[in-house]
């Protein structure tokens, strides 16, 4: 028998639905790969109800499971902390060469690994990164349709929610998701249309501009991002190589492009803080030099910072820029999710590590060194981290050097119909779930 859940079972079907029809817009016959928290069978179950109703091939889940992570820190030997399946993640990739759609439902607690030694820690997530190229790069070229979403596992809810019971804390996150998700209204296929038409827009004024740079000021920021050669706008729905148009992550509130990996000069410090492999990195501050990570500290977390700048030569260098209104929905709600899917569209963020090779003009043709010499970054990681809020000011700067004010006091600066100030769409979660930030 299965048990009663804590939150609305309805809402969970039409995040199961939702995820399905619009976040992976599955094709008739096509297969799918879902990776969950064994925690999420309830939301796994419903995806494959509705990917079958869908006309799917076949649907293939991998669940992972807290206590045999933990187990490996345990009891496993040190030499183990090196090593990956890499059999594991080469059969994704081919899964992926082979036009199956993929699906990542996040919900594990966040903090699941504070508690063991950071340099074992590390060693696994370089093994990892190391392993997971094959099929992380399919994803990067946006080869496959694909989407994330979110399950509000208990002992995440607790993170957010320290102060309520588990059962309490879990029914306040999945309203939160929900909300964020927009699938509290009656029709969300139809809700996230309209998103995507705003989103639209707002990437299309954009592209129309042609920034050669970005540059952002703010307290402890003063930051020139460099653009890539042909770089493209992108945000909502996006057509992967396979033809398929999908919306990548739900929620999202962000539209994003390609730095140029080389042309990034300043300083800038976080706005909230990178939860990143079980550890918390608080008040980030770095300054770039020609692209490059020239310092780093942190208050809190400086070590996994380091360890993580260190992954590889691509890891000091960005990846990925992206604009989020402070009036966004999620940013408005007061939580911290420690979970980037979540965190990242409460704020404009970078990105460290691997580019998006979509994020160019012809990104469905470019080829690794296309996009490498116009300035696109390699790396076996990507790790977002928020650097907006309501004292950001962005310009745009084209190639003659005149300015466009893009964003002022941390809102769009500029008069699009759907695409100024805060967005109508999502209920914002209730008031009683605003813990301070």
């Not at 399905?20 to 599955?26: D, P, R």
């Not at 990542?104 to 504070?114: C, R």
């Not at 929905?329 to 420690?338: C, E, K, W």
């Amino acid at each position: 028998m299965t048990a009663t859940l804590p939150f609305d079972e309805t809402k969970l079907d039409k995040l199961a639905q939702l995820s399905v029809q619009t976040g992976l817009a599955l094709e008739q016959g096509q297969d799918l790969l879902i990776t969950a928290p064994a925690e999420a069978l309830p939301l796994v179950r419903r995806i494959a109800v509705h990917a079958y109703q869908a006309g799917a091939g076949v649907v293939t889940p991998l669940l992972s499971d807290p206590e045999i992570t933990l187990a490996r820190y345990a009891h496993g030997s040190a030499s183990s902390f090196d090593t990956a399946a890499n059999w594991l993640y080469n059969g994704m990739a081919e899964a992926f060469d082979n036009n199956t759609a993929r699906l990542a439902i996040v919900g594990d607690d966040p903090m699941l690994l504070s508690g063991q030694d950071p340099s074992s820690v590390s060693r696994v997530n370089k093994a990892m990164s190391k392993a997971h190229l094959p099929a992380l790069e399919r994803i990067t070229q946006f080869n496959v349709n694909w989407n994330i979403v979110s399950w509000p596992g208990a002992a995440w809810a607790k993170r957010v929610f320290p102060e309520l019971s588990t059962e309490a804390a879990q029914a306040q996150l999945a309203d939160a998701i929900f909300s964020a998700s927009r699938v509290v209204g009656p029709d969300p296929v139809r809700e996230w249309r309209a998103h995507n038409d705003m989103l639209r827009n707002r990437t299309n004024w954009l592209n129309d501009h042609r920034f050669a740079a970005l540059h952002f000021t703010g307290p402890g920021t003063d930051l020139r991002v460099g653009l890539a050669e042909q770089h493209a706008w992108m945000g909502g729905a996006s057509t992967a190589k396979n033809g398929i148009t999908c919306n990548p992550n739900i929620p999202t509130e962000e539209v994003f492009t390609t730095p140029h990996a080389a042309k990034v000069e300043g300083y800038v410090r976080s706005t909230k803080p990178l939860s990143h492999q079980g550890n918390l990195i608080e008040n980030i501050e770095v300054r770039f030099e020609k692209g490059n990570i020239v310092n780093a500290k942190a208050s809190k977390g400086e070590d996994v910072l380091i360890s993580l700048l260190d992954t590889d030569a691509g890891a000091r260098r960005l990846g990925e820029v992206a604009l989020v209104p402070h009036s966004s929905p999620i940013s408005q709600s007061g939580l911290l999710f420690y979970n980037t899917l979540f965190d990242e569209n409460a704020a404009c963020h970078i990105a460290l590590g691997q580019c998006y090779s979509k994020c160019f003009t012809d990104g469905d043709t470019a080829s690794k060194e296309d996009i490498t010499a116009r300035g696109g970054n390699s790396s076996m990681i990507h790790v977002d981290w928020m650097i907006g809020s309501q004292d950001i000011n962005i310009d745009g700067i084209s190639e003659d050097g005149s300015k466009v004010a893009v964003l002022r006091d941390g809102e769009w600066a500029f008069s699009i119909a759907g695409s100024e100030g805060p967005d109508n769409h999502p209920a914002k979660p209730h008031s009683s779930q605003n813990p301070a930030d």
